[in-house]
């Protein structure tokens, strides 16, 4: 029992590797694309040729490098949260919904308008 469970942590392992090569990879093939288009456009301006539009085979290497980047960061960036506030709100209380700790400001200069009372 135990040796299967340590092989599905070690197979885990393995696509998690998996899913952030494909995302290099995507990165990669992302950047010779663009830098093909580059070379692309400054052929046609060393040749004095009309811009019409890029290769096939760079929107095609575009596609692929997006489909491929999307893919590997959804895998890798984990589990997403529900859309719905009311999951995450249901474990709080009315009162505690709208307390904004970060926002709580004590020490501002309406002090100096009014001073304290002791």
């Known amino acids: 029992q135990q040796d299967f469970v340590h092989r599905r942590g070690l197979w885990v392992l393995v696509f998690e590797a998996m899913y952030k090569i494909l995302l290099a990879m995507g990165f990669v093939l992302?950047?010779?694309?663009?830098?093909?288009?580059?070379?692309?456009?400054?052929?046609?301006?060393?040749?004095?040729?009309?811009?019409?539009s890029l290769p096939?085979?760079?929107?095609?290497?575009?596609?692929?490098?997006?489909?491929?980047?999307?893919?590997?960061?959804?895998?890798?960036?984990?589990?997403?949260?529900?859309?719905?506030?009311?999951?995450?709100l249901n474990t709080k209380s009315f009162d505690s919904v709208n307390n904004r700790v970060n926002f709580m400001i004590f020490n501002h200069r309406g002090q100096t308008i009014r001073p304290p009372v002791y």
């Open 30 to 52: 992302l950047g010779h694309a663009a830098y093909s288009a580059v070379q692309y456009r400054s052929f046609l301006r060393v040749t004095e040729q009309e811009y019409s």
């Open 56 to 88: 096939m085979d760079i929107i095609l290497q575009s596609l692929l490098a997006c489909i491929l980047c999307g893919y590997g960061i959804v895998k890798v960036s984990g589990d997403f949260k529900n859309i719905s506030s009311t999951a995450e």
